[in-house]
């Protein structure tokens, strides 16, 4: 499968992929977009586009993804299953896909309880895992959900989503399975802070032969402070954050707590590397993408590789 995702050839030429994220604004601010994106150009190979996330209104993914274009960067155009049925799905697919996106993020989305619409009624008219295999049916058979044939299939190169700390923790590696079954071609995980677990599910991962089979990057997010780390391990789910990336943090004075957490994050990036299973790093640094080029420097991970 040939996409013409800048991304699938990184991974395909077998160098470490570095991705980022940019988070659309909460407005129709076209410069908003465009100053974000000037940080991300030359330090990633290609950038998440979130989609409303955390339950949170914003520009959409596929709009955001165009100007993020126009400015220089491959897009990875995330797509939720809390807000639109398969028809909506399809048509959005078909219209990005034409305007030039070629990765796309399969994901469920956070629930309305957790934004500024808490009683939204949710779609979920499927889940992510058949919104992948939607993506890949259409891609690869030229197909539509319903059976009826797309005369100009989409050509994306397609995500999910894994949660290697929620529990159970024994089912996580089952239903990474379940995404690849459904053609994942990668794997973004969620932001890593549990090392000694994170190094359990991709040996779980590896044992299955599952890595032989989908590109996994690591989710890393750098903590700007304390206060952001006590945050993450308390009120965001699915989050895990251990006790002793608290106590580092504390034993630092409050203004040279960012650089820590930087510190952290590239000391990750180094395992990572090395890591058996792992293709790449996915720098999630949340509403501090002017900090991108300096980690992918001090990260070791310029220049990036052309291909």
């Keep these: 499968m040939k996409s013409g995702s800048n991304l699938e050839k990184i991974l395909r030429a077998g160098h470490f992929a570095f991705t980022g994220e940019l988070g659309p604004p909460r407005g129709a601010d076209i410069d908003a977009v465009r100053k974000k994106a000037k940080f991300l150009v030359g330090s990633v190979d290609m950038v ?35 807000d639109r049925n398969r028809l909506a799905m399809q048509g959005d697919i078909l219209g990005a896909s034409a305007l030039g996106v070629r990765n796309i993020l399969c994901l469920s989305g956070d629930h309305m309880q957790f934004g500024d619409h808490p009683y939204a009624k949710g779609v979920f008219d499927i889940d992510s895992i058949q919104l992948i295999y939607m993506v890949k049916k259409m891609r690869d058979e030229g197909k539509f959900l319903g059976g009826a044939d797309i005369d100009t299939p989409p050509k994306l190169f397609i995500g999910g989503a894994a949660n290697p700390f929620a529990d159970p923790f024994e089912w996580r590696v089952y239903r990474l399975a379940k995404k690849i079954k459904a053609g994942a071609d990668f794997i973004q995980t969620q932001c890593v802070y549990n090392m000694k677990k994170m190094r359990e599910w991709i040996k779980q991962a590896n044992d299955m032969g599952l890595t032989e089979k989908v590109y996994i990057l690591a989710g890393v997010t750098p903590m700007k402070s304390l206060g952001m780390a006590r945050y993450m391990k308390l009120k965001v789910p699915g989050m895990e954050v251990p006790d002793d990336v608290i106590k580092r943090l504390q034993g630092v004075e409050k203004k040279k707590q960012a650089d820590e957490g930087i510190k952290m994050a590239c000391e990750q990036i180094e395992e990572f590397k090395e890591m058996k299973g792992l293709a790449g790093v996915h720098l999630m640094a949340i509403e501090w993408e002017h900090k991108v080029p300096e980690i992918a420097e001090r990260a070791d991970m310029l220049p990036r590789p052309e291909v």
């Design 48 to 82: 998440n586009i979130t989609d409303n996330q955390t339950a949170m209104v914003r520009m959409s993914s596929w709009a955001a993804s165009l100007i993020a274009i126009e400015e220089g960067l491959e897009p990875n155009y995330q797509m939720v299953c809390r």
